[in-house]
């Protein structure tokens, strides 16, 4: 997508053909900042810190770590050592596995002077996958939004709401819920986002309403607690969320708060559909609520908040008395019967086991 009208990815190669560079998320929306990723332990502090994340974005940067790591030093030794340092980054993602994994089954058979021109062909692989994942995943999602479309007046606007951002910025490009709001957006459909500001990151304010308001896309920013009352007074069409687990049984986790827009939309029959790549679906659990690890990060992301001052510089204040306890869960699980359909590279399907199976049973193993 377009950065004030240069294309970018989130992730790519530098010139050098050998370092990773990187769009810095924790300086946006305030500052666009580049980032330049040299060491196995530069790729696994920017997903710890957040600089990147999204579960494809967390999943391609993984993949490009373990690149920069057989670079540095291709022996087994660094290849075991490189998949558990970065496995243990982020807990919840379950892509983060996937692109470890499939490094790993390419890398170990092979001798070392090979890996690392290998590790960086298939970490590049992994991110033109995810482009084309992304852009099938909109064109799937396009046909909903132009079915809703289709009941209105032609002039009438579709009012989508999503939480948090599974934009182009949490994935390789496209992203998973925005990419069909944007391939409307170029169709020509009137499309409008009610972007969550998502607490306590705020991925929806900094994030989403940056990258929505690049592409030209109009959208309001709501507090998270808004989207209940507009969904009763008839103001959104539909929801649209990503997801960074999915299990085989069509849960879904996302940020957290994701679960209560999808009981609200629920009780006040809003359709709830959650975009993912296939890389998110994680075949080996059925129960999500019971199975999904969910990342518990620090409090202090609850009790301060950071923002922009008026002479331009960006700091942190406190929200809550000094030493206020406070518990920061990143996720929560949606179960699946509060999801109207997931919409996937491969099509759009019931948030079930049978409907996730007929859509890729040819390449998973599907258990109980
Ligand atoms: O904590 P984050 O910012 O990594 O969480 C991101 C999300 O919850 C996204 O909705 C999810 O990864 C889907 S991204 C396409």
Redesign the pocket.
């Known amino acids: 997508m377009n950065v004030d009208g240069t294309p970018y990815r989130t992730i790519w190669l530098a010139e050098d053909g050998w370092a990773v560079e990187i769009i810095d998320q924790t300086r946006l929306p305030h500052a666009f900042v580049t980032r330049r990723l040299e060491t196995l332990e530069d790729a696994a502090r920017a997903i710890t810190d957040?600089q990147v994340?999204?579960?494809?974005l967390?999943g391609a940067t993984a993949a490009y770590g373990m690149a920069l790591a057989m670079h540095a030093d291709a022996s087994d030794g660094s290849l075991g050592h490189a998949y558990d340092t970065l496995l243990g980054t982020?807990p919840t993602?379950v892509n983060l596995r996937w692109a470890l994994d499939g490094m790993r089954e390419t890398l170990a058979t092979l001798s070392a002077n090979t890996r690392a021109g290998s590790a960086y062909a298939a970490a590049v692989r992994v991110c033109d996958e995810d482009v084309d994942i992304c852009s099938a995943i909109g064109d799937h999602g396009l046909g909903l939004i132009r079915d809703i479309h289709d009941t209105k007046e032609e002039s009438e606007t579709v009012n989508v709401l999503t939480?948090?951002?599974?934009?182009w910025l949490?994935?390789v490009d496209w992203?998973?819920?925005l990419a069909p709001i944007y391939k409307a957006h170029d169709a020509g459909i009137p499309v409008h986002v009610w972007v969550d500001e998502t607490r306590p990151?705020n991925?929806g304010a900094s994030l989403t309403a940056w990258e929505l308001g690049q592409h030209g896309v109009p959208h309001t920013l709501i507090v998270d607690n808004a989207g209940g009352h507009l969904m009763q007074h008839g103001k959104v069409d539909l929801c649209i969320?990503?997801?960074?687990r999915t299990t085989a049984s069509g849960d879904v986790c996302?940020?957290i708060g994701t679960y209560l827009k999808a009981l609200a939309a629920d009780d006040t029959g809003v359709p709830f559909y959650v975009?993912l790549p296939s890389p998110?679906i994680d075949w080996t659990l059925d129960d999500g609520v019971r199975d999904i690890p969910i990342?518990e990060r620090d409090g202090a992301e609850v009790t301060r908040m950071s923002g922009r001052t008026g002479d331009g510089s960006v700091t942190s204040v406190a929200i809550a008395p000094d030493d206020c306890p406070a518990a920061n869960y990143?996720?929560d699980v949606t179960p699946a019967r509060l999801v109207s359909g997931l919409i996937t590279e491969r099509g759009v399907c019931a948030a079930t086991r049978e409907g996730l199976s007929n859509l890729f049973s040819d390449d998973k193993a599907v258990t109980t």
């Open positions: 957040m994340r999204g579960a494809p967390i982020r993602a939480h948090c951002n599974a934009g949490a994935t992203g998973t819920a990151r991925q969320t990503g997801t960074d996302n940020k975009a998110t990342e990143a996720f």
